[in-house]
């Protein structure tokens, strides 16, 4: 059964703390749930500004060329990463093809990824008979 896409959200984050002058940006970030109809979710992270990635995902359709992410996304079949990743690229022509936009596309593919990910878990690789035990050497740097 494939599941599909019943709901995206986006979270602003900011440090309430922060000192805006002395930052770079690292204050800030947007964190965006993709939530399948099966009730599990994927999450994805952007850096940029978090109004705008927010503005891009829940933008409405203004046209063909013109559409808001969470549009596309709603009711799609979780099965092909690489379907949805053009999908979102194709119908967003006017938006620009750089910078803001390639995040929130991101951002969006992390958490769909986190969904069709075939991989097994990396536990039962690790704690095969197979595996060769190798001293920890931590790293801490000031």
């Known amino acids: 059964m494939q599941h599909r896409i019943e709901k995206v959200e986006v979270f602003c984050l900011q440090d309430p703390q922060a000192d805006f002058v002395r930052f770079e940006g690292s204050y800030q970030n947007v ?3 993709v939530t399948a109809d099966n009730g599990l979710y994927g999450i994805g ?3 940029s500004p978090p109004s705008i990635i927010k503005a891009l995902i829940e933008a409405p359709t203004y046209n063909h060329l013109s559409q808001g992410l969470a549009t596309l996304l709603l009711g799609e079949a979780l099965d092909d990463p690489k379907r949805l990743w053009q999908k979102m690229y ?3 022509y006017w938006h620009g093809r750089n910078g803001a936009l390639i995040h929130a596309i991101s951002a969006l593919d992390i958490g769909i990824c986190m969904h069709v990910s075939t991989r097994p878990p ?3 690789i690790l ?3 197979n595996t ?4 920890l050497m931590p790293r ?3």
């Open 31 to 33: 964190v965006v749930v």
């Open 45 to 47: 992270e952007s850096d």
């Open 90 to 92: 194709q119908n967003t």
């Open 122 to 124: 990396c536990i039962p």
């Open 127 to 129: 704690a095969s008979k």
């Open 132 to 135: 060769i035990s190798c001293p």
């Open 140 to 142: 801490f740097t000031p």
